[in-house]
């Protein structure tokens, strides 16, 4: 078994109002359900803004440390779950289930080694 990271790209702004929100999070709350009672869950996790964000770079001998993302864009990965899959299918499968959830973009991959630790 490999296990597969389903990240989450979320668009930047605002979070949505109550009536928008509160049914994509129920869908969310079922799909974790459904990916727990199949023995498939391994670890999920919301992450807070990007601008909570602290990004450590390599310069010469020293590592230079700056507030914000990465990469500016309008979207960032606003969650993520990791799931163990037999193969890539099943992993796609997960992703579209959560894809429906979310109302939002998934990227599916493998992780190195299919390991989590």
Known sequence: MTHYLLSIYQPDGGQP???????IMKDVAA???EVRSAGAWVFNGGLHPPSSATVMRPQGDDVLVTD????????????????????LDEALEWGRKLARATTLPIEVRPLVDGSCG
């Open 68 to 87: 914000g993302p990465y990469l500016e864009g309008k979207e960032h990965i606003g969650g993520f779950t990791v799931v163990e899959a037999e193969d």
């Open 17 to 23: 109002e109550p009536e928008i929100l509160d049914p």
């Open 31 to 33: 799909f974790q359900e």
